[in-house]
């Protein structure tokens, strides 16, 4: 059977963290289906659904990483049966990461109307306490985002920062 990955998330920016797992799935699997959460109308997101595909779109392009970027909503089950995956990709940074990820997971496999499996992928050493959401605090006290996003991702951050204060 061929394996067909999701790796699932918001993405709001990719980070180093996320490009490092995505890097590693590509090499494990037949196919990756890189998936975007969509945002909701309400979300505060700093970035759309088609600015997060470009960003991505960038980041696979120059690394030369075979994946597809999709994005959807409703539920996870859904979108995993009608892509026809059978294994879901999450990265694991600390402790804490655990028992969300759990949750995630037995909450997605209960309603599953395909069979799967979760690959869980440790993350780098270096990417361990790197989060989408402190990545957004330093952009907006104006710290050195090079360590944890692309720079492409790096350009868009500086830029959003600047329109919030107009
Ligand atoms: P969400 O906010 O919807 O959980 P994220 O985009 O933050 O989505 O995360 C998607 C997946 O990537 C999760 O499995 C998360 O644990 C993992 N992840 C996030 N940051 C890192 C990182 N620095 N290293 C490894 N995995 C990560």
Known sequence: MKK???YPGSFDPITKGHVDIIKRSSNLFDKLIIGIFKNSTKSKAWF???EKVEMIEEIL???NINAEIKIFNGLLVDFMCKEKVNILV???????DYEYELQFTLTNKTLAKSEFETVFLTASREYLYLSSSLVKEVAQNKGNLSFFVTEN???RMIERVESFKR
């Open 4 to 6: 067909v990955a999701l």
């Open 48 to 50: 759309s659904d088609e």
């Open 61 to 63: 392009k120059k690394e």
């Open 90 to 96: 999450r990265g694991l940074r600390a402790l804490s």
């Open 153 to 155: 991702v790096e350009k």
